[in-house]
């Protein structure tokens, strides 16, 4: 392998920028030139692009966001105008392509393989944490971070004014981002797509325990399951406490990454480029026990990422 790309697409997610690094240094050690192509599959497409170096990647690890920026580019769906992409990577002589994102980005990447022979590898950077075969995906760790240190605030205000607070987070499809912020903050109730909800239970729930002399009620609610006013409306005089809404939104994606996503990332981009000159082409680099492997992209996205049934558990049990 002489040159490799990378792009960062979809959902942007803290940590993306450690990733790029870890890309352009490990394979610049090798003497293997890196170009990152701007705004995801659209910079393939339109040839726009930046020839990094060791030296460019410098003090990038630290930001949020992604210095590549990324974008949706529904029309990569279409079988043409991927032909046109591997063109384009053929022209530039990009013979390994490192995609970084999420299950979409690595569908991209998939089809790029299977029908363009490719050689891709991809690292999942999603804040939902929704991406199989891996533990831990690039972004969630931050997410989670600042999910958690919001609510936190909320919190003092809920206990200085006696109220509730029903607060949204992402998560279209997972709860993770819910659960776990909301067993780190210590949340009366967790409402997320895997599990049902019985809002008598729950209103009757938070309305015994105000009567038994609570001061404060934090609600964590996944967006995928439920909109926060839609749970307020369930609540509407039946648990004791005035109800605020809180969404916490986009300030989720952002922010400098933590500790841990900037360990995973580069772990995660060093082995991307070790992996490609072993030619393990058509995978994901994967946190697996620890350690970093490569899962097919086929397995990877044939799959569907399950909560585990005891975090559920144990948020129950401790709520
Ligand atoms: P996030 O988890 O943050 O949503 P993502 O990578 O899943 O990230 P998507 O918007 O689903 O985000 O996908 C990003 C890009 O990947 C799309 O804009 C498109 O260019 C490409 N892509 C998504 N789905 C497909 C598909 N089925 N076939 C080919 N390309 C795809």
Known sequence: IKKIGIITSGGDAPGMNAAVRAVTRTAASKNIEVIGFY????????????????????????????????????????PEIRAEAARNL?????????VIGGEGSL??????FEEHNIPVIGIPASIDNDIPDTDMAIGVDTCLNTAVDAMQKLKDTASSH????????????????ALMSGLSVGAEAVIIPE????????????WQ????????????????AASAYSVARHFENKIGYETRITILGHIQRGGSPTAFDRILASRMGYSAVNFLLEGKF?????LEKGQTVTVPLEKV???????????IDLVNTLS
């Open 90 to 98: 053929k022209d530039l002589k990009v013979d390994g392509l490192v």
């Open 209 to 224: 325990e105000r009567k038994r002399g609570k001061i404060n009620c934090i609600v964590v609610v996944a967006e995928g």
């Open 162 to 177: 006696e109220r509730a607070f029903i607060v949204e987070v992402m998560g279209r499809g997972s709860g993770y981002i």
């Open 39 to 78: 705004k995801g599959y659209a910079g393939i497409l339109d040839k726009d692009f930046v020839e990094l170096s060791y030296s460019s990647v410098g003090g990038i690890m630290e930001k949020g966001g992604t210095i590549l920026r990324t974008a949706r580019v529904p029309e990569f769906k279409n």
């Open 301 to 311: 996205l044939s799959e569907k990422k399950v909560l585990d049934p005891k975090l």
């Open 282 to 286: 058509g995978t994901m680099v994967a």
């Open 107 to 112: 569908t991209g990447a998939k089809l790029l």
């Open 195 to 206: 599990v049902p909800v019985d809002y008598n239970e729950l209103t009757d729930r938070i």
